[in-house]
């Protein structure tokens, strides 16, 4: 049975696959990409370059308003994108899973106490938390904008991997672990929570998707990293007061957040279908 | 019965296991409870297999879960040998719990399917030694050698490379290797195919004998239960009907309900007469509700007033068997 | 086999039935056929993966997905239904063919009452008017023996027992008075008291409305008692087939026996034991060259492996037949399970020790 039931990943799902890569390795290695260029560096204070210039050999995706290198821009604005995702996708895995399934398996007064609260946190408007938090520290760099959305992820993953956890917890071998005698904290991390992790990283994967997406929209409220460090969402709200003279420096960063979160959800999908195929296979 | 009573009960020290007016409910939800298992009482001598036999929702797999307290019943006790499992405090439960083991229906569930084979038979042995590598794995080893399977092959493999009976194999190896006294096997072949179903049961009778094991075999199909036990107790809305040994409760039933299973058991012969008017029409009733009385006087054709009135008491009919209906299909030794 | 007299109401024809999926092709029918007589009873049984359920399918056309391939023939009252288009296909079903499944609690749609996915079954076949599809609603489920008809209309899936689902299942399935019914496993969930109850409900309705039914199940007892004919199903093909009280009275397929011997008999005592059928069935996926049972068969000889029997019938009876070369009771099965047994081959020796060692 178990030979050959494993999904073959399209053509389609490697190419995003690719694109992620990519998006990653340009953003952690950005400083050390030969040819690319200083993303905040104004060209025509030297007369190097012109604002809002077409695509060239010299800047191969043009430049913004500011005769900034748009490539450039682009690979360091992942940066943001992809560690306010990862910071997200981090929290809310690494504590939403442990209190979710935590709650899911012994259930009783803990998961009574442990899901209201996040039913508390989940109805409180985010953006005013956000705003709040900016306002009392008085910065808004990437570490303070990670943290806020970092922690607002914790319930919905809670959520996730309870569900998931209550389905585990019901079938036999976790019985047949407890008829054993295994203790229960060996019962949550050896039986329960490697049962949850593939549901849970399925979510994962779409959850850093929409969180690309929030932050973008942050950024184009102006609410994100401060400028002129380059995020998608501020290179689009930069970008946006010269559209009619030129719309390339808003459709790259527009492309960039749309390849990028389309691949995550086509990967996260695949994914789950594999894992879908593996379990009826069971 | 489906009555109480514990004239069936035999002296404490024939007995391993003895259970006595064990209940166990669960909240249904708006205020109301489900009577799964209403006051049974059971025992089972060391060395003899007991089948629990009934129609789903009658409680016998409540009843085999109670006995190793997963949950523990809602009142009544369960005596291993002195001690009261009921009254044991969790962690001095979990200690005992090398003494009793259960295999699941679903042999594939049963099996945690992101560990191997080979871990999941040494769990218990990490639990409660011995620890050493080399000496958990001779022992993992001698087990799946003794449930049929090549531990070279099977080791490293994940149970969903292995069909239904081969993970029940798996699953018997697991609760094994422990060597407890008793082993509950809820419904252990009702998944598997009839040619699997038999290797499984001729294995069981192996094992039982090979390791000195007291079995408990909780099934719906008679006839298995019949091929198994030593003595079979049927089970009807959480009560218990009629308890007998084997070849007495096949010739002559003495509960209406036990004779009503025995004409609904589909015989592999074409020459023998269906009873078509058989139980037509008539639903099982709510365990949140059960009848008052008898609880099978719904149902039964016999049922009279006093049914309705006064729940039945276990009566003798012969030795060893016994039953509690107060219209009892045979002759009851008063 | 007697093709193409009066009475045939279905003439299946070397039928195939192949899913294919990343491992290769399922092969999980072979090469099937059989004639079914109008208002008789076929009964197709076998384990898990032999392919009754996949058999039952194909002629039904219900196997859905686009990596099923079905070859072969299955003429229905005069139309091959394997060629007739989709649409040709749903005025088929209902009115002609129809199919009762063996989760009750899946075949019905959990958030619609019961009364409306019987009426609607009716409204759409029949073209009849509301009133007069809840009229006929309430006769049918008075009909599948359901108490208070009319209140039971308003009743959601979940609220009803399985038995009762069953019965729900079987009204609509009957509800256009097919002449054809496919029971898979009609009663496998349910308990064995509502077994009993819903198995007689069928063969009334089959014999009051002259119908044709396949019954397919894994259960030689329920077979047994309410079946004209059997087909006996491993790995895709017919190993055997007879008029089912012949073949009760004289199994010849080392399959049919062994599957027999398997069940635990209550007219035996207990603690006997049983004759297990040794091994694992075959992978479907690159079947045995010979005889896909060879590797599990007490009686197999270097032929069976090498060679597959077809399905012949016997000298004196034609209606049996059997794919055997070494069929049980014969002298060649004799002497191929005493060279067998003295081999040491598992699937004799479980065969020898059940019977108590007698050779």
Same mark, same amino acid.
């Given at each position: 049975?178990?030979?050959?039931?494993?999904?073959?990943?399209?053509?389609?799902?490697?190419?995003?696959?690719?694109?992620?890569?990519?998006?990653?390795?340009?953003?952690?290695?950005?400083?050390?990409?030969?040819?690319?260029?200083?993303?905040?560096?104004?060209?025509?204070?030297?007369?190097?370059?012109?604002?809002?210039?077409?695509?060239?050999?010299?800047?191969?995706?043009?430049?913004?308003?500011?005769?900034?290198?748009?490539?450039?821009?682009?690979?360091?604005?992942?940066?943001?994108?992809?560690?306010?995702?990862?910071?997200?996708?981090?929290?809310?895995?690494?504590?939403?899973?442990?209190?979710?399934?935590?709650?899911?398996?012994?259930?009783?007064?803990?998961?009574?106490?442990?899901?209201?609260?996040?039913?508390?946190?989940?109805?409180?408007?985010?953006?005013?938390?956000?705003?709040?938090?900016?306002?009392?520290?008085?910065?808004?760099?990437?570490?303070?904008?990670?943290?806020?959305?970092?922690?607002?992820?914790?319930?919905?993953?809670?959520?996730?991997?309870?569900?998931?956890?209550?389905?585990?917890?019901?079938?036999?071998?976790?019985?047949?672990?407890?008829?054993?005698?295994?203790?229960?904290?060996?019962?949550?991390?050896?039986?329960?929570?490697?049962?949850?992790?593939?549901?849970?990283?399925?979510?994962?994967?779409?959850?850093?998707?929409?969180?690309?997406?929030?932050?973008?929209?942050?950024?184009?409220?102006?609410?994100?990293?401060?400028?002129?460090?380059?995020?998608?969402?501020?290179?689009?709200?930069?970008?946006?007061?010269?559209?009619?003279?030129?719309?390339?420096?808003?459709?790259?960063?527009?492309?960039?957040?749309?390849?990028?979160?389309?691949?995550?959800?086509?990967?996260?999908?695949?994914?789950?279908?594999?894992?879908?195929?593996?379990?009826?296979?069971? | 019965?489906?009555?109480?009573?514990?004239?069936?009960?035999?002296?404490?020290?024939?007995?391993?296991?003895?259970?006595?007016?064990?209940?166990?409910?669960?909240?249904?939800?708006?205020?109301?409870?489900?009577?799964?298992?209403?006051?049974?009482?059971?025992?089972?001598?060391?060395?003899?297999?007991?089948?629990?036999?009934?129609?789903?929702?009658?409680?016998?797999?409540?009843?085999?879960?109670?006995?190793?307290?997963?949950?523990?019943?809602?009142?009544?006790?369960?005596?291993?040998?002195?001690?009261?499992?009921?009254?044991?405090?969790?962690?001095?439960?979990?200690?005992?719990?090398?003494?009793?083991?259960?295999?699941?229906?679903?042999?594939? *569930?049963?099996?945690?399917?992101?560990?191997?084979?080979?871990?999941? $038979?040494?769990?218990?042995?990490?639990?409660?030694?011995?620890?050493?590598?080399?000496?958990?794995?001779?022992?993992?080893?001698?087990?799946?050698?003794?449930?049929?399977? &090549?531990?070279?092959?099977?080791?490293?493999?994940?149970?969903?490379?292995?069909?239904?009976?081969?993970?029940?194999?798996?699953?018997?190896?697991?609760?094994?290797?422990?060597?407890?006294?008793?082993?509950?096997?809820?419904?252990? $072949?009702?998944?598997?195919?009839?040619?699997?179903?038999?290797?499984?049961?001729?294995?069981?009778?192996?094992?039982?004998?090979?390791? #000195?094991?007291?079995?408990?075999?909780?099934?719906?199909?008679?006839?298995?239960?019949?091929?198994?036990?030593?003595?079979?107790?049927?089970?009807?809305?959480?009560?218990?009907?009629?308890?007998?040994?084997?070849?007495?409760?096949?010739?002559?039933?003495?509960?209406?309900?036990?004779?009503?299973?025995?004409?609904?058991?589909?015989?592999?012969?074409?020459?023998?007469?269906?009873?078509?008017?058989? *139980?037509?029409?008539?639903?099982?009733?709510?365990?949140?509700?059960?009848?008052?009385?008898?609880?099978?006087?719904?149902?039964?054709?016999?049922?009279?007033?006093?049914?309705?009135?006064?729940?039945?008491?276990?009566?003798?009919?012969?030795?060893?068997?016994?039953?509690?209906?107060?219209?009892?299909?045979?002759?009851?030794?008063? | 086999?007697?093709?193409?007299?009066?009475?045939?109401?279905?003439?299946?024809? &070397?039928?195939?039935?192949?899913? *294919?999926?990343?491992?290769?092709?399922?092969?999980?029918?072979?090469?099937?056929?059989?004639?079914?007589?109008?208002?008789?009873?076929?009964?197709?049984?076998?384990?898990?993966?032999?392919?009754?359920?996949?058999?039952?399918?194909?002629?039904?056309?219900?196997?859905?997905?686009?990596?099923?391939?079905?070859?072969?023939?299955?003429?229905?009252?005069?139309?091959?239904?394997?060629?007739?288009?989709?649409?040709?296909?749903?005025?088929?079903?209902?009115?002609?063919?129809?199919?009762?499944?063996?989760?009750?609690?899946?075949?019905?749609?959990?958030?619609?009452?019961?009364?409306?996915?019987?009426?609607?079954?009716?409204?759409?076949?029949? #073209?009849?008017?509301?009133?007069?599809?809840?009229?006929?609603?309430?006769?049918?489920?008075?009909?599948?023996?359901?108490?208070?008809?009319?209140?039971?209309?308003?009743?959601?899936?979940?609220?009803?027992?399985?038995?009762?689902?069953?019965?729900?299942?079987?009204?609509?399935?009957?509800?256009?008075?097919?002449?054809?019914?496919?029971?898979?496993?009609?009663?496998?969930?349910? &308990?064995?008291?509502?077994?009993?109850?819903?198995?007689?409900?069928?063969?009334?309705?089959?014999?009051?409305?002259?119908?044709?039914?396949?019954? $397919?199940?894994?259960?030689?007892?329920?077979?047994?008692?309410?079946?004209?004919?059997?087909?006996?199903?491993?790995?895709?093909?017919?190993?055997?087939?007879?008029?089912?009280?012949?073949?009760?009275?004289?199994?010849?397929?080392?399959?049919?026996?062994?599957?027999?011997?398997?069940?635990?008999?209550?007219?035996?005592?207990?603690?006997?034991?049983?004759?297990?059928?040794?091994?694992?069935?075959?992978?479907?996926?690159?079947?045995?060259?010979?005889?896909?049972?060879?590797?599990?068969?007490?009686?197999?000889?270097?032929?069976?492996?090498?060679?597959?029997?077809?399905?012949?019938?016997?000298?004196? &009876?034609?209606?049996?037949?059997?794919?055997?070369?070494?069929?049980?009771?014969?002298?060649?099965?004799?002497?191929?399970?005493?060279?067998?047994?003295?081999?040491?081959?598992?699937?004799?020796?479980?065969?020898?020790?059940?019977?108590?060692?007698?050779?």
């Amino acid at each position: 049975m178990a030979a050959g039931t494993r999904l073959r990943m399209p053509i389609f799902t490697r190419l995003c696959v690719v694109w992620l890569a990519v998006i990653v390795l340009g953003a952690v290695l950005a400083d050390f990409v030969p040819g690319l260029q200083d993303p905040n560096h104004q060209g025509f204070l030297f007369g190097t370059s012109k604002t809002n210039d077409a695509p060239s050999w010299a800047h191969l995706l043009g430049t913004d308003n500011n005769s900034r290198d748009i490539l450039a821009r682009i690979v360091y604005g992942g940066r943001v994108s992809l560690v306010v995702a990862a910071t997200a996708v981090a929290t809310g895995t690494v504590f939403g899973m442990l209190f979710g399934c935590f709650v899911g398996y012994v259930r009783g007064k803990a998961d009574a106490v442990v899901m209201s609260t996040v039913d508390v946190i989940l109805a409180f408007p985010g953006l005013v938390l956000l705003l709040t938090v900016v306002t009392l520290l008085g910065r808004r760099d990437l570490v303070v904008i990670a943290a806020v959305v970092g922690f607002l992820s914790i319930p919905p993953y809670t959520r996730v991997a309870r569900a998931q956890a209550l389905a585990v917890s019901r079938r036999e071998f976790v019985l047949a672990a407890e008829a054993i005698g295994t203790k229960k904290r060996t019962i949550l991390f050896r039986e329960v929570i490697p049962n949850c992790l593939p549901g849970c990283m399925g979510y994962a994967l779409v959850n850093a998707a929409v969180i690309i997406l929030l932050e973008g929209a942050l950024a184009f409220l102006g609410l994100s990293v401060q400028p002129p460090t380059a995020s998608w969402g501020n290179m689009v709200n930069a970008a946006r007061v010269d559209i009619q003279i030129n719309f390339w420096p808003v459709v790259w960063p527009s492309l960039a957040l749309v390849f990028t979160v389309f691949s995550l959800n086509n990967v996260g999908d695949f994914i789950r279908r594999s894992r879908a195929v593996r379990s009826a296979a069971l | 019965m489906a009555g109480s009573g514990k004239a069936h009960l035999r002296a404490a020290d024939e007995v391993l296991v003895r259970v006595e007016d064990l209940v166990v409910e669960f909240p249904a939800g708006r205020g109301r409870t489900v009577k799964a298992v209403s006051g049974i009482s059971l025992d089972i001598a060391r060395g003899e297999t007991l089948g629990l036999v009934g129609e789903s929702g009658c409680g016998k797999s409540t009843t085999g879960k109670a006995i190793i307290q997963l949950p523990p019943p809602t009142s009544g006790s369960v005596h291993h040998g002195l001690v009261d499992l009921t009254e044991l405090s969790g962690e001095a439960m979990r200690r005992r719990r090398t003494d009793v083991q259960m295999i699941f229906q679903d042999p594939i *569930s049963s099996l945690n399917p992101r560990r191997t084979v080979g871990d999941i $038979v040494a769990e218990p042995l990490r639990v409660w030694g011995p620890h050493g590598r080399d000496e958990q794995r001779a022992l993992v080893d001698r087990m799946l050698e003794a449930v049929g399977i &090549d531990p070279e092959v099977a080791r490293d493999k994940h149970p969903h490379e292995f069909s239904g009976g081969q993970c029940q194999r798996i699953s018997i190896a697991r609760s094994l290797v422990v060597d407890p006294e008793l082993l509950i096997c809820d419904e252990p $072949v009702s998944a598997l195919d009839v040619s699997v179903q038999a290797q499984i049961l001729n294995m069981l009778e192996d094992l039982k004998a090979e390791y #000195g094991l007291t079995l408990v075999f909780i099934a719906h199909d008679l006839a298995v239960v019949k091929n198994v036990s030593d003595r079979v107790a049927v089970m009807y809305l959480g009560k218990l009907c009629e308890v007998a040994g084997p070849d007495a409760l096949f010739a002559e039933a003495a509960h209406p309900y036990t004779a009503l299973l025995l004409d609904s058991i589909p015989e592999p012969d074409p020459t023998v007469e269906l009873d078509e008017g058989l *139980s037509e029409g008539l639903e099982l009733p709510s365990p949140i509700e059960p009848p008052s009385g008898c609880r099978f006087r719904t149902r039964c054709p016999h049922a009279t007033e006093r049914c309705a009135a006064e729940e039945p008491q276990m009566r003798r009919v012969a030795d060893g068997h016994h039953v509690a209906c107060h219209h009892p299909l045979v002759a009851v030794a008063e | 086999m007697s093709g193409g007299t009066v009475g045939t109401l279905l003439e299946v024809r &070397d039928l195939h039935t192949t899913f *294919s999926i990343p491992a290769g092709d399922v092969r999980a029918v072979r090469g099937v056929s059989f004639d079914l007589e109008r208002g008789r009873t076929l009964g197709i049984v076998g384990e898990s993966g032999s392919g009754k359920t996949v058999l039952a399918r194909s002629i039904m056309r219900l196997n859905i997905g686009t990596n099923v391939t079905t070859t072969g023939t299955a003429t229905f009252d005069g139309r091959d239904v394997l060629s007739l288009p989709h649409a040709a296909m749903q005025d088929l079903w209902g009115p002609e063919m129809a199919m009762v499944f063996q989760d009750p609690m899946t075949a019905l749609n959990p958030l619609v009452r019961v009364g409306r996915q019987l009426t609607e079954h009716l409204r759409h076949h029949l #073209g009849v008017s509301k009133a007069e599809a809840d009229r006929t609603a309430v006769e049918l489920l008075r009909e599948v023996r359901i108490p208070e008809p009319e209140a039971r209309l308003r009743a959601y899936p979940h609220e009803l027992s399985g038995g009762m689902r069953q019965r729900v299942c079987i009204a609509i399935a009957l509800a256009c008075a097919p002449s054809l019914l496919f029971a898979d496993e009609p009663t496998t969930a349910l &308990d064995v008291t509502v077994q009993h109850q819903i198995l007689n409900l069928l063969g009334r309705e089959q014999a009051d409305r002259d119908m044709a039914m396949v019954l $397919v199940t894994h259960d030689l007892g329920v077979v047994a008692g309410r079946t004209d004919e059997t087909l006996v199903m491993y790995a895709g093909t017919v190993v055997e087939q007879a008029p089912t009280r012949a073949l009760f009275a004289d199994m010849r397929h080392p399959y049919s026996e062994a599957l027999l011997r398997s069940i635990p008999r209550t007219n035996r005592p207990s603690h006997t034991r049983l004759a297990a059928i040794t091994g694992r069935p075959p992978d479907l996926i690159a079947p045995p060259a010979g005889c896909a049972f060879s590797p599990r068969c007490p009686y197999a000889q270097d032929r069976c492996h090498e060679e597959a029997p077809p399905l012949a019938p016997s000298g004196g &009876d034609a209606s049996h037949a059997f794919a055997c070369w070494t069929p049980v009771g014969s002298p060649e099965a004799a002497e191929s399970f005493a060279r067998n047994v003295a081999d040491g081959l598992p699937s004799a020796v479980a065969v020898d020790l059940a019977s108590g060692g007698a050779s």
